[in-house]
């Protein structure tokens, strides 16, 4: 009987030469990886979504619906008054902004006594909005000083006599 040949050497020309067998862990250990990669991304991702958008304007659209009405009756009232409301935006020295604001009657008679509020409203992150502190300067003029940075703003002003708004403007204004 001849002697069994001995196995053969393996080449090391061939793609087999010094490969590990792929194991249950070796595949394991890959997927880990590859889902932990996909899971981090994500992650990250809804990090930066959720830090720079605030999200919607209006918490809930059914309530501003039923404030419409309420606000259309307010805007024809104040059409009816014919109130003549002037706004200056200025920059200071400082780096802020001044406004301005005078406000008359029909027939041009300061209006005094009237209670302002105003805001720079960002139009598209309100937690960048800066409320405006419109202090009375007499004869109808009111002044508030604030720090907004350059862009595009909403500039809202209000005003009220005994606890109901009279006056209300929103328009869009550009800060140098």
């Known amino acids: 009987m001849a002697p069994a040949a001995a196995p053969a050497a393996p080449d090391s020309a061939s793609p087999e030469a010094g490969r590990r067998p792929l194991t249950g862990r ?8 590859f889902f932990g990669v996909v899971i981090g991304v994500n992650v990250i991702m809804a990090r930066f979504a959720v830090s720079t958008f ?8 059914y309530k501003a619906g039923l404030a419409f009405t309420a606000e259309h009756e307010a805007a024809e ?4 008054r ?7 935006l200025d920059s200071t020295n400082a780096g802020g902004r001044e406004v301005l604001v005078k406000v008359r009657d029909a027939s041009g008679t300061p209006l005094t006594g009237l209670v302002a509020d105003g805001r720079l409203a ?8 800066v409320d405006l502190d419109l202090e009375p300067l007499g004869d109808g ?3 508030a000083r604030a720090a907004a940075a350059p862009g595009q703003w909403d500039l809202v002003i ?9 006056f209300r403007s929103k328009n869009r204004v ?3």
């Open 158 to 166: 209000d005003f009220a006599q005994g606890g109901e708004r009279m």
């Open 26 to 33: 070796a595949v394991l250990a890959m997927l880990l990886a």
């Open 122 to 129: 960002h139009p598209t992150d309100a937690r960048r909005d």
């Open 174 to 176: 550009q800060l140098p």
């Open 77 to 80: 009232r104040q059409a009816a």
């Open 54 to 61: 605030a999200g919607v304007e209006t918490e809930s659209s």
């Open 141 to 143: 003029r009111y002044r």
């Open 82 to 88: 014919h109130w003549k409301v002037d706004v200056s």
